[in-house]
Nanobody
Framework: QVQLVESGGGLVQPGGSLRLSCAASGSIFSIYRMGWYRQAPGEQRELVATITNGGSTNYADSVKGRFTISRDNAKNTVYLQMNSLKPEDTAVYYC?????????WGQGTQVTVSS
């Protein structure tokens, strides 16, 4: 079992920044990749960014150059630094932990970009 606790969402104006955090606990040794996904109202959940145990990253085209995913292995925490936020970034952001045969999700944190 893996538990994921997200924090850092909120309301921000266009052009602003937020940093999301995801703290993992439990069977973390089985995790080989972590990431962030988001889901806007009426839309499907989509990938935002992922990072492997080796540090390889992957980003959705829509966030490249604006978002940065990173991890602190000592704290078992993954971060998503979001800069130059746009209204279309508004969504519930979910942390994901990928194991070989199973995936775990956090409860989600709301990010709203609005003036």
């Amino acid at each position: 079992q893996v538990q994921l606790v997200e924090s850092g969402g909120g309301l921000v104006q266009p052009g602003g920044s937020l940093r999301l955090s995801c703290a993992a606990s439990g069977s973390i040794f089985s995790i080989y990749r972590m990431g962030w996904y988001r889901q806007a109202p009426g839309e499907q959940r989509e990938l935002v960014a992922t990072i492997t145990n080796g540090g390889s990253t992957n980003y959705a085209d829509s966030v490249k150059g604006r978002f940065t995913i990173s991890r602190d292995n000592a704290k078992n925490t993954v971060y998503l630094q979001m800069n130059s936020l746009k209204p279309e970034d508004t969504a519930v952001y979910y942390c994901n932990a990928q194991l070989t045969f199973k995936a775990y999700w956090g409860q989600g944190t709301q990010v709203t970009v609005s003036s």
